[in-house]
């Protein structure tokens, strides 16, 4: 079935720094690819909705300039957090779907950044 | 408001007791209702996903219903494992003209099985 590979699955770095976080679709293209946000015991929040080969749409109150995304290719979205603080330690998780709008989105398996 | 509220919050079973998990929905244009399995530090794994004209999707030992017209969703788990702990959300998508395509997701159930 189709996989959606996140990497890395841990990263801590120092406040101040920047981190960036690869999402890749490894048997399909996906011309959109979903980051989200997930604090423990919550919910997923949608962050942004990356396009290949245009911008991407942030979500109500999501930094552009904090949390900047590329996805240059059908198969690969990054998101880049730059000059992390401690309270962007989080849970981050990419998604991606074949075509189609009912069809299953499939999501990585999540970045825990804690930001020191 | 576009809504999607899971109860329990949290529920602890024995291993091969059933359970079943609730799902309520107030999202506008509704397409369809998806059930998720969320492990801790993983990503969700989709269960099931039905849309307006359909009333139950089964898959193995998870079998979802939908009613469109109370707005309502539950998961059932039958025979429970030891492997069935976990987080299971409950997303909601809106239609294209109006929506967005947009999803909410629930808070999720945690689901715990035990000896």
């Known amino acids: 079935g189709a996989v959606v590979s996140q990497h890395p699955s841990r990263v801590i770095c120092k406040s101040g720094t920047s981190v960036k976080i690869e999402c890749r679709s490894l048997?399909?293209?996906?011309?959109?690819m979903f980051w989200y946000r997930q604090f423990p015991k919550q919910s997923l929040m949608l962050m942004a909705t990356s396009n290949e080969g245009s911008k991407a749409t942030y979500e109500q109150g999501v930094e552009k300039d904090k949390f900047l995304i590329n996805h240059a290719s059908l198969t690969l979205s990054t998101l880049t957090v730059t000059s992390a603080h401690p309270e962007d330690s989080s849970f981050y998780i990419c998604?991606?779907?074949?075509?189609?709008?009912?069809?299953?989105?499939?999501f990585g398996n999540g970045t825990r950044l804690t930001v020191t | 408001k576009n809504q999607v509220e899971q109860s329990p919050q949290s529920l602890i079973i024995l291993e091969g007791k059933n359970c079943t998990l609730q799902c309520n929905y107030t999202v506008s244009p509704f397409s369809n209702l998806r059930w998720y399995k969320q492990d801790t530090g993983r990503g969700p794994v989709s269960l099931t996903i039905m849309t307006f004209s359909e009333n139950t999707k089964s898959n193995g030992r998870y079998t979802a219903t939908l009613d469109a017209d109370t707005k309502q969703s539950s998961l059932h788990i039958t025979a429970s494992q030891l492997s069935d702990s976990a987080s299971y959300i409950c997303?909601?998508?809106?239609?294209?003209?109006?929506?967005?395509?947009?999803?909410?997701f629930g808070t999720g159930t945690q689901l715990k099985v035990e000896l």
């Open positions: 997303v909601s998508q809106r239609g294209n003209r109006g929506g967005g395509n947009k999803l909410t």
């Open positions: 998604s991606a779907r074949r075509t189609g709008d009912n069809s299953p989105l499939h």
């Open positions: 048997d399909f293209q996906a011309t959109t």
